[in-house]
T-cell receptor
């Protein structure tokens, strides 16, 4: 059973399109995250939810909108995609005494 | 924001020990973690240490924490070519609920 699963794994789309990435965790964790990993492998936190409530919203363009329908799901919707949005997006869930567990990532390529 | 610093590259010979270092700034960090990322893959949690511990050993991995100097290290004994990957240090700050900060990662290359 995959602990944190995100779909799709690869996403190639044109500039200006709107796309969504879905994430689900079956670990019973309270906190979920979205991270962006750039071409230099730097991991930057975008959002964090705790029990469906947004607790961290870093400086991210408002074209990015997270949605958490329940504690086990955190989806990411991106409007009007730009070339600079190309990156690998990771979903994660955590409990502090257990660490954060990551999905396999979604490689987004905007052309 | 919080800072987590790591050196970017480390090369070792197969069979030697590797030591990857990390420094952080948040004195109220509660948990510190080491992650491994292989090419094209996600992040795998290797080990973690609670801030009131000095050392944790798990098979070939030894984590040392110097809380006074805010220094964390990961030692890999008998390093193998399969250990080649990027290693990330991360911490959850006590003052920043839910925010898991990562260093930039250390690329470990193991030569046969």
């Amino acid at each position: 059973d995959t602990a944190v699963s995100q779909t799709p794994k690869y996403l190639v789309t044109q500039m200006g399109n709107d796309k969504s990435i879905k994430c689900e965790q079956n670990l019973g964790h309270d906190t979920m995250y979205w991270y962006k990993q750039d071409s230099k492998k730097f991991l930057k936190i975008m959002f964090s939810y705790n029990n469906k409530e947004l607790i961290i919203n870093e400086t991210v363009p408002n074209r990015f909108s997270p949605k958490s329908p329940d504690k086990a799901h955190l989806n990411l919707h991106i409007n009007s995609l730009e070339l600079g949005d190309s990156a690998v997006y990771f979903c994660a869930s955590s409990q502090p005494d257990k660490g954060a567990f990551f999905g396999q990532g979604t490689r987004l390529t905007v052309v | 924001g919080e800072d987590v610093e790591q050196s970017l590259f480390l090369s070792v010979r197969e069979g030697d020990s590797s030591v990857i270092n990390c420094t952080y700034t948040d004195s109220s960090s509660t948990y510190l973690y080491w992650y491994k990322q292989e090419p094209g893959a996600g992040l795998q949690l290797l080990t973690y240490i609670f801030s009131n511990m000095d050392m944790k050993q798990d098979q070939r991995l030894t984590v040392l924490l110097n809380k006074k100097d805010k220094h964390l290290s990961l030692r890999i004994a008998d390093t193998q070519t399969g250990d080649s990957a990027i290693y990330f240090c991360a911490e959850i700050g006590g003052s920043t609920l839910g925010r898991l900060y990562f260093g930039r990662g250390t690329q470990l290359t193991v030569w046969p």
